[in-house]
Antibody, heavy 114, light 107 residues
Framework: QLQLLQSGPGLVKPSETLSLSCTVS????????GGWIRQPPGKGLEWIGS????GETYYSSSLKGRVTISGGAPFSLRLTSVTAADTGIYYC???????????WGQGTLVIVSS | DIQLTQSPSTLSASVGDSVTITCRAS??????LAWFQQMPGNAPKLLIY???SLESGVPSRFSGSGSGTDFTLTISSLQPDDFATYYC?????????FGQGTKVEMK
């Protein structure tokens, strides 16, 4: 059974860099996209970005310039110059080319605070 | 960026009701639209992809339809486990977007 396991700190200081990792276990294969999605407390889902199986990366226009997604093992997210507005639950997820995110990590609550 | 607008924002219904949620895109997204269900404290769960394809293991009371800019998610006979928040998501190009969500609550 495919599982995505997230790791990374739950507390980041303002102006610093948020870094999270996502390890895929229990399933192999190719042709998948990996994505990162976040959810501010009490609010809806926001797509951060994704990486295709060819290594191409795609980012939200609102975060472009601050976000980097890297592939391989593990699959990772870096978000620079964080502020309190970046506080929320961060999810990694996997999708197929024609489908959508069928497998999700457990979520990591990241709080930006000094 | 493509915007997705869901309606209603909140829906009150009873067990056994048929409910419909709509999602309107600001541009043509073809059939590249998915629907997710999220329970409090949990990660979202994929219900429908490519507008009308039912994800494996999802009950058949869930169905999706639409293309272009107008889409719907229908739950044919609401069950107690279906009270949750539902999101649409478009993945038509290099950028993806989620709708703002629709909360289905008990009447």
């Amino acid at each position: 059974q495919l599982q995505l396991l997230q790791s990374g700190p739950g507390l980041v200081k303002p102006s610093e860099t948020l870094s999270l990792s996502c390890t895929v276990s229990g399933g192999g294969g190719s042709g998948f996209y990996g994505g990162w999605i976040r959810q501010p407390p009490g609010k809806g889902l926001e797509w951060i970005g994704s990486m295709s199986y060819t290594g191409e990366t795609y980012y939200s226009s609102s975060l472009k310039g601050r976000v980097t997604i890297s592939g391989g093992a593990p699959f990772s997210l870096r978000l620079t110059s964080v502020t309190a507005a970046d506080t929320g639950i961060y999810y990694c997820a996997r999708r197929t080319v024609t489908g959508s995110y069928f497998s999700w990590g457990q979520g990591t609550l990241v709080i930006v605070s000094s | 960026d493509i915007q997705l607008t869901q309606s209603p924002s909140t829906l009150s219904a009873s067990v056994g009701d048929s409910v419909t949620i709509t999602c309107r895109a600001s541009q043509n997204v073809g059939n590249w639209l998915a629907w997710f269900q999220q329970m409090p404290g949990n990660a979202p769960k994929l219900l429908i992809y490519k507008s009308s394809s039912l994800e494996s293991g999802v009950p058949s009371r869930f169905s999706g339809s639409g293309s272009g800019t107008d889409f719907t998610l229908t739950i044919s006979s609401l069950q107690p486990d279906d009270f949750a928040t539902y999101y649409c998501q478009q993945y038509s190009g290099s950028s993806e977007t989620f709708g703002q969500g629709t909360k289905v609550e008990m009447k």
